[in-house]
């Protein structure tokens, strides 16, 4: 057994990949799925979309790689984390269609909620903040709509955030479960226990026997069934993207901090064993949890990070590929200074304002694509700087300069990382496997089957592509956060 299969299923698609001995690519497959926007502010999918193209991608895998279901040791998944699925026990159909962590359709509800005086109770408990961006109220919502919480309490219609569903589904409906990563994510776990909040579940409705079992990120979640690969294959490692993201950039130690640049974009600072509380308005999550031993993160949320290329290419309609940006941004005229705040679906860490909408300040007559793509790519630094502020507030160790660990589809552009660079004043550095997200999931699940080392020489393998050192004067660089704070500030008054 040479490979480990390695589950990535996104926002916007569902990707296989097959990583070799050395923990290196050697085949891949991807399928994008259809987005569903039945109302402003709300995002579904289909979850026979995400089943469908998670099976598909997996045998293509495969297949492209000419290997046989034997000489695969394991299976790793990682996922979308807070979108929500409800199905049926018996016949595995889902009650609605999942509901998407970029859905603000309960924001009146986690206001009703604030108001009410529960959210120092919620983020005590659960390390997160009151908002529409997490499981709970999701939950609840398909709940009220489809009358179905009398089943529920009688465990015949389940919850899962998308690993577990994928896991459902792979195992034929014989293990229901999920790992620390997503639970904590779910607005329904005690990060101090390790376990569902009986009392959070009370708060929002949810009855407990609808939830999944809890398991370690690098533990047995079942076999898959026989009939899908030609033979049972273990999974046996899970972790949330972020989660996945950090453990695949080898951040180990309470100091180092990675960001993903997806869909959306998140910043993860590795805070150690024990949960570390935000003065400044970021998330108490677990990073990871190996073998019983929970590590604990920092982290901060933004929204729309690689889906602000998305908007150039789709909303706008000025490039024809996300490649093209960076070539479109690097023509813009340097006298002009135009800022864009996507708040397309309000504002993530550090403000948590799910209502403002995006803006864009500073148009002239002479403004045009190639303005508005510079401003969209900068957007993600300025956004970033900010995660990174509240961090080093609240982890002084941190200091300036520190190094940030980057991955994802936007990392590809080479003027976008400069600009990251630029914007932090400290040095951005890119792994040679841009696959981070797929090598955590794809380590988890080795190291358990015995085919992957250990921590301490996984991360010894950790290399570097190309590191960016930051070049922009200190003048320049206050000069055009100010211009940020000024935009941001404005948009949140709006």
Not at 352 to 375: H, Q, V
Request: charged share 25%; proline share 4%; with cysteine.
């Amino acid at each position: 057994m040479r490979y480990v299969l390695a589950i990535d299923q996104g926002t916007t698609s569902s990707r296989a990949i097959l990583f070799d001995e050395a923990m290196e690519p050697a085949a891949s497959a991807q399928e994008e799925f259809a987005q569903h926007y039945p109302a402003s502010g709300w995002v579904e999918h289909d979850p026979g979309d995400l089943w469908a193209t998670t099976a598909a991608v997996c045998r293509q895998a495969i297949e492209r790689k000419g290997i046989s279901p034997g000489d695969i040791a394991a299976i790793g998944i990682t996922n979308q984390r807070e979108t929500t699925v409800v199905w049926d026990a018996a016949t595995g159909e889902p009650l609605h269609n999942a509901i998407v962590w970029q859905d603000r359709r309960t924001a009146e509800f986690c206001r009703e909620m604030r108001e009410a005086g529960h959210e120092e109770l919620i983020a005590k408990t659960t390390g997160l903040l009151l908002d529409p961006y997490f499981s709970a109220t999701k939950l609840k919502f398909i709940l009220d709509e489809t009358g179905a919480r009398d089943r529920a309490a009688k465990g015949e219609v389940l919850f899962g955030t998308v690993d577990t569903w994928l896991i459902w589904k792979l195992t034929g409906g014989k293990v229901h479960a999920t790992d620390a990563t997503n639970a904590c994510r779910t607005m329904l776990y005690d990060i101090e226990s390790g376990d569902w909040s009986d009392e959070i579940c009370a708060l929002f409705d949810i009855p407990r026997a609808m939830l999944p079992g809890i398991r370690d990120s690098n533990a047995d979640f079942g076999v898959t069934r026989p009939d899908l690969f030609g033979r049972e294959i273990p999974i046996c490692g899970v972790a949330g993207d972020q989660q996945a993201a950090t453990v695949g950039q080898a951040c180990f130690e309470p100091g180092m901090m990675k960001s993903t640049y997806g869909t959306g974009g998140f910043a993860l600072l590795n805070t150690g064993d024990k949960p570390f509380r935000s003065r400044h308005r970021l998330l108490t999550t677990v990073a990871y949890q190996i073998d019983g031993e929970r590590t604990f993160a920092l982290e901060g949320a933004i929204f729309i990070a690689g889906a602000v290329v998305q908007w150039l290419r789709d909303g706008l309609k000025i490039i024809r590929e996300a490649g093209e940006s960076q070539a479109l941004a690097e023509a813009a005229d340097a006298g002009q200074d135009v800022v864009l705040v996507p708040a397309f679906t309000g504002l993530g860490a550090p403000y948590w304002n799910p209502d403002c909408r995006g803006a864009i300040y500073g148009l002239t007559r002479n403004s045009g694509p190639a303005e508005f793509a510079r401003a969209a790519l900068e957007s993600v630094g300025y956004q970033t700087s900010d995660l990174l502020e509240a961090m080093r507030a609240d982890w002084p160790g941190l200091g300036e300069g520190g190094v940030l660990r980057v991955d994802g589809g936007m990392t590809a552009s080479d003027w976008t990382m400069q600009f990251l660079a630029d914007i932090l004043g400290g040095p951005v550095d890119r792994p040679k496997v841009a696959e981070t997200t797929a090598l955590g999931a794809a380590w988890l699940a080795g190291s358990k089957a015995g085919l992957y080392p250990g921590r301490a020489e996984f991360s010894q393998n950790w290399s570097l592509d190309r590191r960016f050192e930051p070049a922009m004067g200190a003048a320049d660089r206050q000069s055009k956060l100010d211009r940020w704070k000024k935009a941001v500030a404005a948009t949140l008054q709006v």
